[in-house]
Each structure stands twice: as C-alpha cells, then as structure tokens.
C-alpha cells in the first residue's frame, strides 16, 4: 500500500515495508525509516530509528494536525484517485467558493459573455470583502447563489463555459 | 466598593472570560449573554447565570439592544459591561439602558457619540488645539473633493466618518485613485456603518501607532497608564501590541500621554480609554480616534503598571473615587500581546474556520493567557477570527520576547489553521527584535513570514506520525511481512 499526503503546496508518498521488531519500516522520500507511534488521547511519542519524537497528533477525517517542536502542521491524505483532479484536472468552468461568506452583490446574469479578469460578484468574509473574477473568458451558464445568502467553503457560486481560446484548439 | 448588584456581560469569547474572572474575584455577582451555537462553552459556568439570546445570525443577537435591555429587566440586571465590539460603542445602547435604570460600565453616551464620529471627534479634538492629521470632507461633490485632495496632497486615506475596525479604508496615491476609490467608500460606508459620509486624511507612510490608555472617574479625576505601541497590523487591524512602546524620548512620551489626558478630560470621559495617535518619521504626533471601550490589548497596560483595568471601570461604573495618582502609576519591564487568529496568512489572511481538536496553553512565568477556547468548539465565520491573546511580561523587552516565543511554541491549537507561525516568525526577525516597527511592516516582511520551510528530519517525523495512525494503514498493516534480519542502520 501506499498512502499520500500533501503538506503545503506539495505531495509525498509514503509506503509501509515490512513489520520489524520495534516498529514498522516506512519508504519515506529520501529512505527508509523504522517508525513506531506510541499514542495518547493528549501528547504522543513517535520513535524514529530509536530517536523519540514527543509530539501531538490530531485527526480529523483526512486532515491530519501535527503539533511538533514548537511548530502546527496540517497534513491532508489524498486518495489516489483524487488526487490526479486536484493537481489540475479540474472540472472546468465551475467557480467555487474559496472561504465561507456572504454573497455581497452580483454582477452577472445566466447567458451574459465575460471576458477574463471580470468581475462576476462581490463576497464578504467577516471584515474581508473580495471579489470573485472570471478565470477566463466565456458564457456565464449558472449563478447559484443570491445577494444576501451565505456559503460554505467550496461551495459552486458560479457556472461559466469557458470560451475556446484559439491557441488552445 | 464595588457595584451593588447583579452584572451581565453582554460579550463572548475572551473578553468575556475576562470580565467574568474580575466579577469573580471582586465577589459580583454575574450574569453572561450566549447564542444557542455555543451553549457547550465552558466560560458560561464563570458566571452565576446565563442568559440566551437568539438572532437571524449569532451576531445579530448580539447587537438586538431592545431584546438585551428586556432580558435585563427580566433578570434582574443592575449593571451591563459590555466588553469590545458588537454594542461597546453604541450611545444607543448605553441610553436604552440608562433610560431603563440600568448602569452601563462605560463612558457616558454623549461622550461615546463625540467619539465615534470620526469626523465629529477630530473636529473636537481640533478645537482644543490638539493635533489631527491635515484632511478633506466630502460633501457630495466629487470634483471639489478630488481637488481638495490634490491640494492636500498624496498619499491621502479615505475612510468613513462613522467607521472603525478598519473597515472601508482605501489609500489613494493620486487623483484619478481618489475619484474611483469615493463610490466604493461610500458604498462600504453606508453597509458596515449605515452612514455614507467619507474624508480623506493625510496618509504618513510607515507611521507608528502610538496609543495611551487613560482612566478616569465621575467626579473629574483624570490620569493615563502610559501608552502601548500596535504597529504591527494587517488590514488595518492590530496583531502584536506592546508596552512601553520602544525607542520613544521621555519628551515624546510624556506629551503624547498629556495630550491624551487633555483630550479626555475636555471630552468629559468617565471609565476606562484609549487614545489614539499616529506617530511620523519625524516624529510628530497626530491624533486619530478615540475608543470608548476596554480594549483588546488592555492586558499589555495591566502587565507593566499592576493595575486591573476591568476592577477599575467597575469602581467608576459604582460611583467611586478613582484613587490612583499619576505619580503612583509606576511602570515595570516590558509586555507583549500575540493576537492569536484564526486566519490563513499566507492567502491574504483569509479568515479560517474548524473544530479544536487538541488545545493546550501556556503557562510559565511572566505568561498570561486570555483566552475563550475550549476543545471541540466549532470555529466559524459567526463571529471575529480572534480566538485568544498570549500576553508575555519580562524585565525588559528582550525578556519579554523570548518569554512570548516559548509561549507561543507550547500553545497547542490543532484543527483550526491561525496565525501562530507567523506571529512566531515576527518574534525572530531582526528589525523587530531591534524594535523597528511601523504599520507597514507587516506587509514589507509578508513572503519571508509566510515562507514554509519543513527541514527533512521533521519532514520524516511528519509522515511518519501521519501515516501509523492513519486507520487505512492500521487495517493494512496486519498484511505486511514480518522481518526479523536487520536492515539499514537500525542497530540493536
């Protein structure tokens, strides 16, 4: 097996060998590693080639928070599957919101053309207000929310058919 | 002697944890206001009762004066202290109490109209021969007002007459700026504040922010407790705090602190206060507004005099004498406050939301930590971003640094993305350790803040810890295969 995680903007792989004696030897980006985690509802102690680590684990479905030597981490399991639409592979076209908030006011209309850079709507975020703008150029086919509503992170504000762009066929 | 009966809290999180402790220990009894979405939280058990209030939006509920003062009077209520934010500054509220017999810890309401009016109040403050940044009004007409700017000159700072928290500000740096940045001003204007009336002051490039706090009592006593220095901010909005704000002359504090004095005292203020200055390169002084509340970083006053400054808005809230002397305010070391935020600072400090899922604070000595947290509390965009303040005392200001940096390195707060990494970040760099700070300096040091570095030793301890607790691996791992030969250099 092997299981991914991304930690900042960036992805490792990590694959469980074999069980040894002390531990479990991990194929981890740079070598192999005899690991073992002694776990406790509060501080927890991972062993590395005999070396502790006191550390503080929590997890939360696929996010994993690390608390260790003074410093947060969030590590995110991706599924393999998944994995591949996140590094790009994106359903196109479908403008999602990037943090939870309120929709402020709204520019465009379904069947209206936009050029790329417009405005599409204005959100506010506690005292952030922000603007949602076309990343490209095209037909505005949905606008799923209303002025006043509010939304979750990721939640679909936005539905644009992208407009072929002559370089791209 | 303090207040005669019963006190509600009208504020959450934090500040009401704070107020709530000081009630506590003066022997008051008290009361806290709280929304159905955090009945779990452990500060409601600070006070003797609690008191539901329901709203289309947790924050409504909070700012329903009608239904507070109802709730008031259904329960007894002798006194409201309202902390920071949501009715603090509301004269509307301190007169519906007032008006219901109830005592509003706070100045009077004249005092806090004067005073939330930005233009009003650098009017007053004008009159009294006090200093105020050079600015221009809006009227109405666009032209007039984009030439009034250009007379003034740029850089200019839009903002909106009934604003504050950093709310609709714009920096224009020429004309054509300006004619763009007014409908947008009064638009935001007229949402956050209900008012549309904008000005644009002078805007000093990597000002200070200076601020003094002062006390003062019903009966015409008036005295400061020295100043705090918040230039660190971001969006307008104050991250790190600190008394006695460094490298200022014994002159310069000295008038800035008598100038605040005299701005209170001609206000007529009773309670506790803030004024606020800008300070420029050259080391002029300009007076900015006027807060009307206990602040958020009150805790940094009360580390280097030893006064509480709660206790002493509700002795001046009973009627009492303020029996503090200027001369007996003695100030010792130095303190910081870390605003600990839940917010993404590498993507514009977008405000953050999660569940606390492992939480543990500091303590060691010197370390005061003001905090609402609880484990298992659902952090949503409902209310402010800030969560808690780490305030650090030391016996000068490197002590006090280094106090702050420990602290922040054992404050456990898993499950919700903050702004500890750049606090910590702030705490190691050298223009700041030299005291070096202006109100530009967050966004001058951004990328090297937010620069994400995992060495590989803990980049292994990381994936390690990650993937044996992963429950995928836990069911797998009984299939992998048993070594028993030694391999690599792992050595008996």
Same mark, same amino acid.
């Given at each position: 097996?092997?299981?991914?995680?991304?930690?900042?903007?960036?992805?490792?792989?990590?694959?469980?060998?074999?069980?040894?004696?002390?531990?479990?030897?991990?194929?981890?980006?740079?070598?192999?590693?005899?690991?073992?985690?002694?776990?406790?509802?509060?501080?927890?102690?991972?062993?590395?080639?005999?070396?502790?680590?006191?550390?503080?684990?929590?997890?939360?479905?696929?996010?994993?928070?690390?608390?260790?030597?003074?410093?947060?981490?969030?590590?995110?399991?991706?599924?393999?599957?998944?994995?591949?639409?996140?590094?790009?592979?994106?359903?196109?076209?479908?403008?999602?919101?990037?943090?939870?908030?309120?929709?402020?006011?709204?520019?465009?209309?379904?069947?209206?053309?936009?050029?790329?850079?417009?405005?599409?709507?204005?959100?506010?975020?506690?005292?952030?207000?922000?603007?949602?703008?076309?990343?490209?150029?095209?037909?505005?086919?949905?606008?799923?929310?209303?002025?006043?509503?509010?939304?979750?992170?990721?939640?679909?504000?936005?539905?644009?058919?992208?407009?072929?762009?002559?370089?791209?066929? | 002697?303090?207040?005669?009966?019963?006190?509600?809290?009208?504020?959450?999180?934090?500040?009401?944890?704070?107020?709530?402790?000081?009630?506590?220990?003066?022997?008051?009894?008290?009361?806290?206001?709280?929304?159905?979405?955090?009945?779990?939280?452990?500060?409601?058990?600070?006070?003797?009762?609690?008191?539901?209030?329901?709203?289309?939006?947790?924050?409504?509920?909070?700012?329903?004066?009608?239904?507070?003062?109802?709730?008031?009077?259904?329960?007894?209520?002798?006194?409201?202290?309202?902390?920071?934010?949501?009715?603090?500054?509301?004269?509307?509220?301190?007169?519906?109490?007032?008006?219901?017999?109830?005592?509003f810890i706070g100045p009077p309401a004249e005092v806090i109209e004067l005073m939330g009016d930005k233009l009003g109040s650098r009017r007053f403050v004008e009159q009294h021969g006090f200093p105020v940044a050079p600015s221009v009004t809006f009227n109405g007409d666009l032209e007039q007002f984009v030439t009034e700017?250009?007379?003034?000159?740029?850089?200019?700072?839009?903002?909106?007459?009934?604003?504050?928290?950093?709310?609709?500000?714009?920096?224009?740096?020429?004309?054509?700026?300006?004619?763009?940045?007014?409908?947008?001003?009064?638009?935001?204007?007229?949402?956050?504040?209900?008012?549309?009336?904008?000005?644009?002051?002078?805007?000093?490039?990597?000002?200070?922010?200076?601020?003094?706090?002062?006390?003062?009592?019903?009966?015409?006593?008036?005295?400061?407790?020295?100043?705090?220095?918040?230039?660190?901010?971001?969006?307008?909005?104050?991250?790190?705090?600190?008394?006695?704000?460094?490298?200022?002359?014994?002159?310069?504090?000295?008038?800035?602190?008598?100038?605040?004095?005299?701005?209170?005292?001609?206000?007529?203020?009773?309670?506790?206060?803030t004024v606020e200055f800008i300070l420029d390169q050259q080391g002029s002084f300009y007076f900015l507004e006027m807060n009307t509340r206990i602040q958020v970083e009150h805790p940094v006053t009360e580390m280097v005099t030893g006064e509480d400054l709660v206790a002493w808005q509700l002795h001046i809230a009973a009627?009492?004498?303020?029996?503090?002397?200027?001369?007996?305010?003695?100030?010792?070391?130095?303190?910081?406050?870390?605003?600990?935020?839940?917010?993404?600072?590498?993507?514009?400090?977008?405000?953050?939301?999660?569940?606390?899922?492992? %939480? /543990?604070? =500091?303590?060691?000595?010197?370390?005061?930590? &003001?905090? !609402?947290?609880? $484990?298992?509390? @659902?952090?949503?965009?409902?209310?402010?971003?800030?969560?808690?303040?780490?305030?650090?005392?030391?016996?000068?200001?490197?002590?006090?640094?280094?106090?702050?940096?420990?602290?922040?390195?054992?404050?456990?707060?898993?499950?919700?993305?903050?702004?500890?990494?750049?606090?910590?970040?702030? %705490? /190691?760099? =050298?223009?700041?350790?030299?005291?070096?700070? &202006?109100? !530009?300096?967050? $966004?001058?040091? @951004?990328?090297?803040?937010?620069?994400?570095?995992?060495?590989?030793?803990?980049?292994?301890?990381?994936?390690?810890?990650?993937?044996?607790?992963?429950?995928?691996?836990?069911?797998?791992?009984?299939?992998?295969?048993?070594?028993?030969?030694?391999?690599?250099?792992?050595?008996?």
């Amino acid at each position: 097996m092997r299981i991914v995680w991304r930690l900042g903007e960036r992805e490792y792989a990590v694959a469980p060998l074999a069980w040894l004696g002390n531990g479990v030897c991990l194929r981890l980006p740079g070598g192999d590693r005899v690991a073992s985690l002694w776990q406790d509802p509060d501080q927890s102690v991972l062993t590395l080639d005999g070396s502790p680590h006191p550390l503080w684990v929590a997890r939360h479905g696929d996010d994993v928070h690390i608390h260790y030597r003074g410093r947060s981490y969030h590590l995110q399991r991706l599924d393999p599957l998944a994995s591949a639409a996140a590094m790009g592979i994106d359903v196109e076209g479908e403008l999602r919101a990037p943090m939870p908030g309120v929709v402020v006011s709204i520019d465009v209309t379904p069947g209206v053309q936009v050029q790329e850079g417009q405005r599409l709507l204005a959100m506010e975020s506690m005292k952030l207000l922000s603007e949602l703008v076309a990343p490209c150029s095209g037909k505005v086919l949905a606008v799923t929310v209303e002025t006043g509503a509010s939304f979750d992170k990721g939640a679909l504000l936005v539905q644009l058919e992208p407009a072929i762009s002559p370089e791209k066929h | 002697m303090t207040l005669p009966g019963r006190v509600l809290v009208a504020n959450r999180g934090e500040i009401a944890v704070r107020i709530l402790r000081c009630l506590r220990q003066q022997g008051v009894d008290s009361a806290v206001l709280y929304h159905a979405s955090e009945a779990a939280s452990p500060l409601l058990d600070l006070a003797d009762h609690r008191i539901e209030i329901h709203g289309e939006t947790p924050t409504a509920a909070y700012l329903d004066i009608a239904a507070i003062v109802r709730l008031c009077q259904q329960h007894a209520i002798y006194a409201v202290h309202p902390g920071y934010g949501f009715l603090a500054e509301s004269a509307a509220f301190a007169r519906a109490l007032t008006a219901a017999g109830i005592t509003f810890i706070g100045p009077p309401a004249e005092v806090i109209e004067l005073m939330g009016d930005k233009l009003g109040s650098r009017r007053f403050v004008e009159q009294h021969g006090f200093p105020v940044a050079p600015s221009v009004t809006f009227n109405g007409d666009l032209e007039q007002f984009v030439t009034e700017g250009e007379q003034l000159g740029f850089p200019l700072l839009v903002k909106a007459s009934a604003g504050g928290g950093g709310k609709g500000m714009h920096i224009v740096r020429s004309g054509a700026e300006l004619r763009q940045a007014v409908p947008v001003a009064v638009s935001e204007a007229q949402r956050y504040f209900a008012d549309g009336r904008i000005y644009a002051e002078r805007y000093l490039e990597c000002p200070r922010h200076i601020e003094v706090q002062v006390l003062a009592d019903q009966h015409g006593h008036c005295i400061h407790l020295w100043e705090r220095e918040c230039s660190i901010q971001r969006r307008f909005q104050k991250v790190i705090e600190e008394a006695p704000a460094p490298g200022l002359t014994d002159a310069q504090r000295a008038g800035i602190c008598a100038t605040a004095v005299g701005i209170a005292r001609a206000a007529g203020y009773a309670s506790a206060g803030t004024v606020e200055f800008i300070l420029d390169q050259q080391g002029s002084f300009y007076f900015l507004e006027m807060n009307t509340r206990i602040q958020v970083e009150h805790p940094v006053t009360e580390m280097v005099t030893g006064e509480d400054l709660v206790a002493w808005q509700l002795h001046i809230a009973a009627g009492q004498v303020l029996d503090l002397q200027q001369a007996d305010v003695r100030l010792s070391g130095h303190a910081i406050e870390c605003r600990i935020c839940a917010e993404e600072p590498a993507a514009d400090f977008r405000p953050a939301v999660g569940t606390v899922l492992a %939480l /543990e604070e =500091p303590m060691a000595e010197g370390i005061r930590v &003001d905090s !609402g947290l609880y $484990p298992g509390q @659902l952090v949503s965009t409902a209310f402010d971003p800030m969560l808690a303040k780490v305030i650090a005392h030391g016996r000068d200001r490197a002590e006090a640094i280094a106090r702050m940096h420990l602290a922040l390195g054992s404050l456990v707060l898993l499950g919700v993305p903050t702004n500890v990494g750049l606090l910590q970040a702030v %705490l /190691e760099l =050298p223009e700041f350790l030299a005291g070096i700070t &202006d109100t !530009g300096f967050l $966004p001058r040091h @951004l990328p090297e803040l937010t620069r994400e570095h995992v060495d590989p030793e803990t980049l292994h301890v990381l994936l390690a810890a990650a993937t044996l607790g992963d429950p995928e691996f836990r069911r797998a791992s009984a299939d992998l295969p048993a070594l028993y030969r030694r391999i690599g250099h792992w050595r008996n």
